[in-house]
């Protein structure tokens, strides 16, 4: 099975922790087959002074959705996640499933495809990159399409180290 991850950061080292999520996704979840450019927006769905980073990785899987969500739990955790109960806020680490094969998941604890994914440019740029012509199982568009049609207008720029 293909798993579509998205991983965000934006406090601390924003790059290493998604480099540590990364490397903790490839011990746990499988083989990696495609990464996107690391992009840089502004937050989304909430105010803060600290850009997100995120990227788009593709791994090939034998575990369940479930499986893979308790593990991004785990790593979250262990990068220094602490969940609150208001909503959006800063992350050091923030890792969302955004597709599951073709599956259309809609359980209390994960929705898949991931609901917001057609709303936010920070998660349709990475993900057009490495799978332009994906299609979301639900709308019925693939990846470019959902991007031209996003009414999302943050800046999405390519991350640059220096």
């Excluded at 599956?103 to 936010?120: A, C, E, G, Q, W």
Aim: hydrophobic share 35%; glycine share 4%.
């Amino acid at each position: 099975m293909k798993v579509y991850l998205l991983t965000g950061s934006n406090l601390g080292d924003r790059k290493s922790y998604l480099d540590n999520a990364k490397q903790s996704l490839c011990n746990s979840v499988g083989e990696l087959l495609n990464e996107s450019s690391v992009y840089e927006s502004e937050p989304w769905g909430f105010a803060s002074k600290n850009a997100f980073l995120n990227q788009v990785l593709l791994y090939e899987t034998v575990l369940t959705p479930n499986e893979i969500l308790q593990i991004i739990g785990v790593i979250e955790t262990e990068n220094g996640r602490a969940r609150t109960e208001n909503g959006y806020s800063s992350r050091n680490l923030d890792i969302d499933i955004l597709f599951y094969d073709n599956l259309i998941l809609n359980s209390v604890n994960l929705t898949i495809p991931h609901p917001m994914l057609h709303k936010r440019r920070f998660t349709l740029l990475p993900l057009s990159e490495i799978s332009p012509n994906l299609t979301h199982p639900v709308f019925k568009l693939n990846i470019s399409d959902l991007l031209e049609k996003c009414e999302d207008s943050g800046i999405v720029s390519e991350f640059t180290e220096f």
